[in-house]
């Protein structure tokens, strides 16, 4: 792959000015939010995003208003060189990295509460992430005033919050969904598999195949949720070196939990391998279901 020069701009200021230009041309402008350590997941986001925009922007900043932990915060990689020859090798013109404090000249007085979607899920065991979340999105849609805005799947409620984010606050920018990126063996793509010693990355296949007996399970109209736990939790039971955060069905836009399966559904989990923490997620459809159709409450 032909490497491009991408443009590295660190100053809000300077990245208004350069895509005041681009608008200039009448030509349209994607952002595609990152917290940099980049890999295929986020190539398959900058590869959509080229395709159907004119200017791409990937942003790159390691948000610590979204951590609630300190030590992750510290640790999480931050390769900005390797991460830009990744975004140059892809055609994207334009990196967005800016340093903490341009982002946060002073301490931050305004957040973004999105309720309920985020009453759940990670939601409940990671307190303020979500508030961390939208703030810094919203900040950044406002920088940017993207037309369009990608992410993946595999943050299923995190895009749920950004959607309802959106709409609530009548953001004007078309939210776009990206199917995961997955390993040969099913594993999601992440920046935090990096942390996974060589026996931990083995063991951590036990996610994707839980997620996937839950999928077979609802296929075969298995209508209770009850039901589909109860047949998929011993797999978790049988890997020690696991702890199991949560595994949860719930409606694909509230992300609230659901008792009786009568439409698409979202099936999510989080688990612990040592001090490495990984989520994924499977929409699942009953046999017979309509995509669309909501599930009973």
Known sequence: ?????????????QLRRTLGEVRGRGQSIALVPTMGALHDGHGRLIENARRES???????FVNPIQFDRHDDFDRYPRPLSK????????GVPVVFAPPVEEMYPRPQSAFVEVTRVTDHLCGQFRPGHFRG??????????????????FGEKDAQQLAV????VDDLNV??????????READGLAISSRNQYLNEEERRVATVLHQALRRAETLIAADTKHAAEIRKEVLPLFEGHPEVRLEYFEIVDPDEMQPVDRI?????????IWIGTTRLID??????????????PAP
Do not use: H
């Open 1 to 13: 792959m032909t490497a491009t020069p991408a443009q590295l701009i660190a100053s809000i200021a």
């Open 54 to 60: 004119d200017c791409v922007v990937v942003s790159i």
């Open 83 to 90: 991460d830009v020859a990744f975004c140059a090798a892809r």
């Open 133 to 150: 979340v939208a703030t810094v999105v919203l900040k950044l849609l406002n920088i940017v005033q993207p037309d369009r805005a990608y």
């Open 162 to 165: 950004i959607r309802r984010l």
């Open 172 to 181: 004007p920018v078309k939210i776009v969904e990206v199917p995961t990126v």
């Open 262 to 270: 009568t439409g698409p559904v979202r099936v999510a989990g989080a």
């Open 281 to 294: 997620n499977m929409l699942c459809r009953p046999l017979g279901s309509k995509a669309g159709s909501a």
